[in-house]
Each structure stands twice: as C-alpha cells, then as structure tokens.
C-alpha cells in the first residue's frame, strides 16, 4: 500500500528552493555549523530563533553584486533589531535605519557614523525628536506639523535638526505585500503638499538632508520594482529641483522581497541592477553630488534565520494528527499569518532532526496558545515525527521575537542566538 505514497522515497528536504539555504549533516540541520541539539544545550533553551551569520553575509553580497555601487545600502533595523544581528550588520552596510528612540540608541551604540543613522516612522513624540535632534541622527519627517514641532525643539535645545521630508508619492509599488505609499497614508508628505513646504524650508531653523521616498514592502516582482524606481528617480530630480539649497541625501526605499511560500521565487536582483545603473546615467547630473540609499529589512536577514521549537505532544483529533509544540505565534506571528497576510499560507517547515527522512504523514503543527489561531503549519506532509522532535520554521530571520506577543499566555520569551 505503502508504494502508492510518491513521497515515500522523497527526502524530506530540500522540500523547494526555499529550504536550500543550510546545509545538513546526515538528519541534522545545520545553523552556522550546529545541530538544533546543539544550539539548545549552548543556550539551555528548547523554543529559540537561530540566525546564520553567513547567510546574511550572502545577502548583502548579493546585494552589492547586482546593484551600482553608486547607491548605498542601509539595514532597516526593525526587521530584526537583536544586538548581535545589528552589531555585525554595522560594518557590512553603509548606514541604519531606525523606526523608534531605542532602536536609534542601537544604532548609536554600534557605532555607526550619526550621519548614516536616519529615523523614520509616523507619530514620533517630542522624546523621541529631541532625542534625535541632541543625537544628531537624520529625522525623516512625516507631516508638515512634525517639521514644526522639530524646528520647536531644535530652537530649545540649540541645535539645528537634521532632516529628510518623507514623500508620499502620488504612485505606488505595485505587487506589493505592504503597500506604504501612494493614496491616504499616514505615512510622509503628500507629494502635492511637498513643493510648498519647500518654498518655506529655506527660513527654516533645520538643515534639509533631501528625501525619503519609501513605496512598499516584501515586492517579489522585478518589474514592478524597477518601475518605481523610475517614478522614484523622477519624483526625486523634482524635488531636488526645487529645493532653496542642494540636499545631499535621497533614501530611494527598498521593498525587496524574500520568497516565503511555494511557487515564490527569490528576487532576481540583476534586472533591477542594470536598471539602475540606466537611472543613475539618466539622471546623473539632476542628482549629482547627491547620496542615494536603498534601505533593506527582510531581504538581509529573513533568510538568515529559522524558528525551532519541539514537539510536545502528538493526537489525532477525528482523522487530524497534530503535533503539538512548545512555540508558537507567541513567538512567531507572521508564520501563524496573523501580520498582515490576507489568507494563510504556510511558511517552510522541516523536522530539523529528521533531514533525510521522507515526507511520510499529514500533520497539522501547533502551538500551545489557547487559540485557533496558534498555528505553525496546517496540513503539511511531514517525516513521521514524534515527541521531542525538532519543528523548524525556514524564512524566520525577520519581524520575529519583536513583532510577536510575547506576554500572551504568559509562556517564556523565547531565546535567540547569531551563529
Ligand atoms: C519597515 C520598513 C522598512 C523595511 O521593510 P522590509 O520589508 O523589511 O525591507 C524599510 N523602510 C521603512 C521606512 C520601513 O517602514
């Protein structure tokens, strides 16, 4: 009967192209040359998010192969803001960027140079200003209010703010998982409000670093990113145009997406690269002189990371066999699809400790939240698993530990370590 099963001879891994970033030994997954026994004794944990340091350093590099070296990269810092993780990103990128006040100290501590560090992000209190303006740290301001309460406190504190006007294009990123400009968006300056506030900039008390022009995120389609960029590009000559003085900086955005689900396809950077590269000729005198950053989350370190937690308990519940775990979207949000996906779809999953063994069983992988809602992975064909094996969710290296609740149920926080 068995023989029927066509996965019967199938290892379990790599299951597609998403699961072919770390290598194995024999059952064993490998993170930064360690078995999941291995990373759970050093850390004296069994529920922990492991990132390969090595795989970051791919993506960066994959970065830096396809795109001008004109442009700069910065790491937005919210997509995983663990001090090891932030730490090695100081020296392999050229700036951070930072969405609240304890995320600009952990750019600060770093070391990164403050005229590489710019702080984004709608609603930011007079804390947070005064302490960027103190700091020196590039404001990306959002509203035509924030600038005044920014020339406000940099006055009280006699200093005088660094600042980039965010845009809010008139266009959009299409395919994008999150769209974040283009319409009504509480995010940036509409661009048909923009070019008046900069006929009163000049008597301003700031110094005006240029633009921000952030569209999208998680963008897996070259075309539609490299049509932004165009528009991006064209918004940004306006702009600088009809600045009083010439702006030094323009943050292009970024959007670029990591595959999470199958049929996804990693992004081909290449096509963007020679795009680019066009733009830069194109416009080369419009923004001569002039800094322009790219500014990546996801796509640096996503890859990087997995989430492993254990199997507690197994039952089968009216022809459903579950496989019960210690971790969930307590700790992990995004794989349970409850972080800004439309309908659920399941992450990579493997049996960490069971690499070679072929898909053999229907489960369906939970948590222990008392919720429908806590699940790792529904109805995914797995190796024949049991208590105490180790439950890996791939692509977990982004908007992980600090985008999940982790009070809820009150359970342990969970571990993390950079190998
Ligand atoms: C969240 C955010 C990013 C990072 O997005 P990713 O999808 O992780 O690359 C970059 N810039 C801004 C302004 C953001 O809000």
Redesign the pocket.
């Known amino acids: 009967m068995s023989s029927s099963l066509n996965t019967e001879t199938r290892p379990q891994a790599p299951q597609h192209e998403l699961m072919s970033q770390f290598s194995c030994q024999g059952d064993e997954l490998l993170l930064g040359g360690f078995s999941l026994n291995a990373i759970s004794t050093m850390l004296g944990k069994t529920v922990f998010y492991a990132y390969d340091r090595q795989i970051i350093n791919q993506q960066i590099q994959r970065f830096r192969a396809a795109i001008p070296g004109r442009i700069k990269l910065h790491y ?1 810092v ?2 995983n803001p663990y001090w090891p993780v932030v730490q090695h990103m100081r020296p392999l990128v050229d700036g951070f ?1 930072v ?1 609240s006040q304890k995320e600009m100290l952990l750019a600060l501590q770093s070391g990164m140079p403050v005229a590489d560090i710019s702080f ?2 709608p609603g930011k209190t007079d804390t947070e200003l005064a302490a960027a303006i103190t700091a020196g740290v590039t404001l990306n301001v959002e509203s035509a209010s924030e600038l005044q309460r920014i020339c406000q406190l940099g006055k009280q504190h006699k200093v005088t703010p660094q600042v980039a006007l965010r845009v809010n294009p008139a266009f959009e990123l299409k395919a994008s998982g ?1 769209k ?1 400009a283009g319409g009504a968006k509480p995010f940036g300056i509409d661009e048909e409000q923009v070019f008046e506030l900069l006929t009163q900039i000049a008597a301003m008390p700031v110094k005006l670093r240029g633009f921000h022009i ?1 569209c999208g ?2 963008n897996l389609k070259t075309e539609a990113l490299t049509e932004a960029h165009q528009l991006t590009f064209d918004l940004a000559a306006k702009l600088v145009a009809a600045c009083p003085y010439r702006p030094d900086l323009i943050n292009l ?5 990591i595959p999470y689900f199958p049929g996804e396809k990693r992004l081909d950077l290449q096509p963007i690269g020679l795009s680019l590269k066009h733009l830069l000729q194109q416009y080369e005198h419009a923004l001569a002189g002039i800094e322009l950053v790219i ?5 640096l370190v996503a890859e990087a990371g997995v989430y492993a937690c254990q199997v507690v308990d197994k039952k089968v519940s009216r022809g459903t066999t579950y496989l019960v775990c210690n971790g969930g979207l307590h700790h992990h949000l995004a794989n349970s699809g409850n972080f800004g996906q439309v309908i659920r779809k399941n992450y990579p999953v493997a049996i960490g400790n069971k690499m070679q063994q072929a898909a053999a069983e229907p489960v369906t992988v939970v948590g222990p939240l008392c919720t429908p809602l806590d699940i790792l992975a529904d109805k995914v064909s797995l190796p024949q698993a049991d208590i105490g094996d180790w439950v890996v969710v791939y692509q977990s290296g ?2 992980g530990p600090t985008a999940s609740p982790q009070d809820f149920l009150g359970h342990a926080a969970v571990a993390e370590i950079l190998l």
């Open positions: 937005a919210k997509a960027d969405a984004a992000g999150m974040m952030f995120s998680q955005g970024g959007g670029f997406g500014e990546l989350g996801r796509y982004a908007y």
